[in-house]
């Protein structure tokens, strides 16, 4: 064979081995998604909405159960009921959590005024405690539970069954590590934490793995210009309905949002995020206590866990939000 042949050949071959090579890697099965439950404080701040709406686009995620958290049971569970009917997601269990303190409705009240929860095509649990522990333990693969919201319904179900821990990893959007609100220099006490230190405590405490976004990194999101604008524009049933209920929510005394050109503070889709992906942040091994004033300080004696401490690209993760909503990958 002489020198041309041979280069031909080889380069046959290589072309053959490639394209080979291409077929296997395009059969090869993605993986399976991972299965979750959203436990939520949804309809005081807009970004419990707006998590909701992300998880729904995000293929790595299998939403097995929505729960709601921190009272308003009924007002929670109707914003859930309409908001997973009307973007087409009505398969979905919600758990309504113990109608405990605080009681009554929110700012989206508006919203679900003439909405019947009975009509809800899906399962309610009326047992949320009781419908998470057994999500958790009857997953045949481990579960995770992203909790976006005070955590007391989290906690009665860690006292009701403490095996919960062993079968499920935590990922939550809490406290406030070396920045507070709006980049502050000095940490605040996060709502979710504040609003029931006890409930944080034993969740941050608990024997699952645990990983968190705090007011460090989720409290710098917001969405505005051509990002928002591509929102705006999408008549995806997902961000439209999001925006619905961002401008209802604004008319309910929100001055500093404004839906027609920028949203609030989009803290809770950080840690929908952070279930499946952590590249975009800075990921630090910290242990972290929790206060009886419901701050969280750095104690290397405290639970370790995985904290989203810095941005690595900001702008990436509004990308791919964007993304998401829209439909566009």
């Given at each position: 064979m002489n020198r041309r042949k041979f280069i031909q050949a080889s380069a046959g071959a290589a072309l053959s081995a490639g394209v080979f090579a291409g077929c296997r890697s395009a059969l090869r099965p993605a993986p399976d998604p991972i299965p979750v439950i959203l436990a939520t404080?949804?309809?005081?701040?807009?970004?419990?909405?707006?998590?909701?709406?992300?998880?729904?686009?995000?293929?790595?995620?299998?939403?097995?159960?929505?729960?709601?958290?921190?009272?308003?049971?009924?007002?929670?569970?109707?914003?859930?009921?309409k908001f997973l009917e009307q973007t087409g997601h009505a398969g979905v269990p919600i758990a309504v959590g113990p109608d405990v303190e605080p009681r009554g409705e929110g700012a989206l009240a508006e919203w679900v005024k003439d909405y019947d929860l009975s009509s809800y095509p899906g399962r309610v649990h009326?047992?949320?405690?009781?419908?998470?522990?057994?999500?958790?333990?009857?997953?045949?693969?481990?579960?995770?539970?992203?909790?976006?919201?005070?955590?007391?319904?989290?906690?009665?179900?860690?006292?009701?069954?403490?095996?919960?821990?062993?079968?499920?990893?935590?990922?939550?959007?809490?406290g406030s590590v070396r920045l507070g609100y709006g980049g502050a220099k000095t940490p605040d006490a996060e709502w979710n934490v504040k609003a029931n230190p006890a409930a944080a405590r034993k969740g941050l405490s608990a024997r699952w793995d645990i990983t968190i976004t705090p007011l460090d990194t989720c409290g710098l999101v917001t969405l505005e210009g051509a990002r928002y604008q591509r929102l705006l524009q999408s008549r995806d049933p997902v961000?439209?309905?999001?925006?619905?209920?961002?401008?209802?929510?604004?008319?309910?005394?929100?001055?500093?949002?404004?839906?027609?050109?920028?949203?609030?503070?989009?803290?809770?889709?950080?840690?929908?995020?952070?279930?499946?992906?952590?590249?975009?942040?800075?990921?630090?091994?910290?242990?972290?206590?929790?206060?009886?004033?419901?701050?969280?300080?750095?104690?290397?004696?405290?639970?370790?866990m995985n904290v989203a401490t810095a941005w690595q690209d900001l702008d990436g993760f509004r990308d791919l939000l964007?993304?998401?909503?829209?439909?566009a990958g």
């Open positions: 404080d949804i309809g005081d701040d807009i970004d419990d909405t707006w998590a909701l709406g992300f998880l729904l686009k995000c293929p790595e995620l299998r939403l097995k159960l929505v729960a709601t958290e921190f009272g308003k049971a009924p007002y929670r569970a109707k914003l859930l009921g009326t047992d949320g405690v009781g419908a998470m522990i057994e999500v958790i333990m009857g997953s045949p693969q481990p579960l995770t539970l992203i909790c976006i919201g005070p955590m007391p319904n989290v906690a009665a179900a860690l006292e009701r069954e403490p095996r919960i821990a062993e079968r499920a990893r935590f990922v939550g959007m809490d961000p439209a309905t999001i925006l619905e209920n961002y401008r209802i929510w604004c008319k309910a005394g929100h001055k500093e949002a404004d839906a027609d050109s920028h949203s609030s503070v989009l803290f809770d889709p950080v840690a929908v995020y952070l279930a499946f992906d952590q590249q975009f942040c800075k990921m630090e091994r910290l242990g972290i206590r929790v206060t009886d004033d419901g701050t969280t300080v750095i104690d290397d004696q405290a639970k370790q964007v993304n998401r909503l829209c439909g």
